[in-house]
């Protein structure tokens, strides 16, 4: 946990007073809302958008100021967290099921900083099972195209019964062989109907901060 919380305060660094942002969801960037809702209580003065229904209401309970996303059309700076980054910086992202919320925000922040502690940044992906955001209807036949492409997958569920998204669609999660080509495969896959958006995470991400189990955070920057 502390390899989360540093990776997740020292993100909040790059915040500057006046900035539109974009609020993650998961355990680590939980770390940067509690940071920045610290900060406001002491006048930072921010807006911001959130992924997720946990996150709306985790920044409610902080009393962070909150904008609709059709508000906007650019947010300066968006923090999120990974399942897997990879040393390109290459991401897979949806364990938590708000991949689709995160991916539209991530799209329009000037930067995207992801945070994650050490366990997460792999040598190559696809240990992390991808999840694809699919529609309720025929999801089954969607996962049959995805299997044409290679992907074995499995529907996820809560509590036995189908894991359902923020925006009413299912998530599958699916193995591949190799992920070594993310720009191809996020292209076939989003050209499976029935496929919302998957959780690979292509040439978006401009630093990763690392929370490392010994205390030391490392960042990583694009290019």
Sequence with gaps: MEAKKLAGEKAVEYVEDGMLLGLGTGSTVYWSILKLGELVKKGLN???????????????????????????????????GADEVD??????????????REKMVASIARRFIVVVDDSKFVSELGKFPLPVEVVQFGWDITSK???????????????????ITDNGNYILDCHFPTLDDPVRITSELNLIPGVVENGLFVNMADIVVIGGTNGVVDTKFRG
């Design 87 to 100: 040393p390109n910086l290459q991401l897979i992202k949806g364990g938590g099921g708000a991949l689709l």
């Design 46 to 80: 921010i807006r911001c958008v959130p992924t997720s229904i946990n996150t709306e209401k985790l920044a409610v309970e902080l009393g962070i100021p909150l904008v609709k996303l059709s508000d906007i059309d650019q947010l300066d700076l968006a923090i999120d």
């Design 145 to 163: 195209q995805i299997a044409e492409l290679g992907g074995s997958s499995v529907l996820r569920t809560f509590n036995r019964e189908p894991f």
